[in-house]
């Protein structure tokens, strides 16, 4: 009731201001017959028939109130049960569309997990290719450092092999010039000793003797041993005046440094056919 009254508050102060004049009438109509006792046809009489009347039409004023009141109280029940279904038709898409964004964002949190996860992959991958590429780039410079390294050990060894093949060819051709050089000053040793032999006599062709002579820088003979007789010592001893006699030797200039191959000379002689 309470309700009814808050939703139309005029229909209900109209239903309680007929209330108030039904009350007010009928007080005035039991006045009217307590204190006058009067004949049909009074005023007194004309005044219950009006209040009658009135009551008659309060009432089907009262009853047409109430069906207002009934229809409108109807009204609003439909009107709320609309409004409650609309309510619900509503909290219902609500509802749904909340469960949807939360689908949809669980969707996107799936998807962007994903992405991460596909992120990371790629992000591992680059750096697991870098460092590959890194290591390969650390193998490929090892390895170029190594091949330099080898190359240069290559021409290293191409140098010194060339420069001890040209040394030995050096030391070939200084051995062979000192060999020759060495053949050189003992022939002419031999030859002015020869010079300076005198034949004694009684030697006989292809007697020889060997001598040890010892020199110094100058060429002068300094000692004469005969090493190996000849048998004759005659003969052993001509040769031996014939290299004092001879004294000094030529000998190879000081810059051949042969000195040391003439300082204790082994000195073959041999009477050979003039």
């Known amino acids: 009731m309470l309700e009814l009254i808050k939703k139309n508050p005029r229909a209900a102060a109209f239903a309680v201001a007929i209330h108030v ?109 870098e460092s590959r590429l890194k290591s390969l780039e650390t ?47 003992r022939s002419l040793i031999e030859a002015q000793v020869r010079r300076q032999w005198r034949v004694p006599p009684g030697t006989k062709l292809g007697m020889s003797c060997e001598l040890r002579v010892r020199l110094i820088p100058s060429g002068d003979v300094m000692q004469v041993q005969v090493t190996k007789s000849s048998g004759n010592t005659v003969f052993d001893r001509s040769v031996e005046t014939a290299v004092r006699m001879a004294s000094p030797l030529p000998l190879p200039p000081p810059e051949a440094n042969l000195f040391d191959e003439f300082r204790e000379l082994v000195f073959p002689f041999t009477l050979e056919k003039s």
Do not use: C
């Open 21 to 129: 004049l039904i009350l007010v009438l009928l007080i005035v109509s039991f006045h009217f017959k307590t204190d006058h006792h009067t004949l049909p046809g009074n005023p007194a009489e004309k005044v219950i028939q009006a209040v009658t009347v009135d009551e008659k039409r309060v009432e089907k004023e009262l009853a047409q109130i109430k069906s207002d009141e009934t229809r409108h109280h109807r009204e609003l029940e439909a009107r709320a049960r609309s409004a409650e279904a609309a309510r619900k038709k509503e909290e219902e898409r609500l509802a749904l569309t909340k469960r949807k964004q939360q689908e949809q964002a669980e969707a996107d949190n799936k998807r962007l997990s994903k992405l991460k996860q596909e992120q990371q992959a790629l992000a591992d991958k680059r750096k697991k290719e």
């Open 139 to 185: 193998e490929r410079k090892a390895e170029e450092q190594r091949l330099q390294q080898v190359e240069q050990q290559r021409r290293e060894d191409e140098l010194r092999r060339k420069m001890a093949a040209e040394q030995q060819r050096l030391s070939q051709e200084q051995n062979t010039q000192r060999v020759s050089m060495i053949n050189k000053y």
